[in-house]
């Protein structure tokens, strides 16, 4: 697996302070995506031993919440494998951290496809980035047909559950009550 950077002490990806992996590799190709660099899977510096140790060390820290996984899509086929190894990994070590993944993959789709992976991941923001639906004033989303999704809730209740930061959960709406997320 190829990838573009490892952020520390990011605020923006996530709940808490967080680690992010930013992946390369992403086949959506969304329109007016932040990242088009990420796109190309060949593109980018190996993920090795050393990158892992690296992610490691910074969830070994007590004010970080957890690791964001970014890109490109971590789900992009050459990224899947890895990515679950890594999240199950995480999970075992470091049991009290949160993993959030971004995807352009939706949640229909991934609950069928790709229900090993969810095992492991906490937080998973799904659906393409869609220009003519940007929304600056959303949290943790570029734009309205996005989902913040709560995916262990999600897996207990069978039914897609939404992560509020400000609020109760949410179940099966596209907007938040409490705060509009």
Not at 117 to 141: M, S
Request: contains cysteine; negative net charge.
């Amino acid at each position: 697996m190829k990838y573009q950077n490892i952020t520390k002490d990011d605020l923006r990806n996530g709940d808490g302070i967080r680690v992010v992996l930013w992946v390369s590799g992403c086949g959506h190709h969304c329109e007016g995506c932040q990242n088009p660099i990420t796109w190309d899977p060949e593109d980018g510096l190996t993920f090795t031993d050393a990158e892992k140790n690296e992610l490691f060390a910074e969830l070994e820290k007590d004010y970080v919440s957890g690791i964001t996984f970014s890109g490109g899509d971590p789900l992009y086929p050459d990224n899947e494998p890895v990515i679950l190894e890594l999240s199950k990994e995480i999970k075992e070590r470091f049991p009290d951290k949160t993993i959030w993944l971004y995807t352009g993959y939706e949640w229909s789709y991934l609950s069928k496809v790709m229900p090993s992976i969810l095992e492991y991941i906490d937080i998973l923001v799904d659906g393409r980035y869609v220009q003519a639906l940007r929304d600056t004033q959303l949290h943790w989303r570029g734009s309205s047909n996005q989902h913040v999704i709560d995916v262990q809730k999600s897996l207990e209740t069978g039914e897609m559950v939404l992560h509020c930061d400000d609020g109760p959960d949410v179940v099966q709406t596209d907007k938040c009550p409490s705060c509009g997320c």
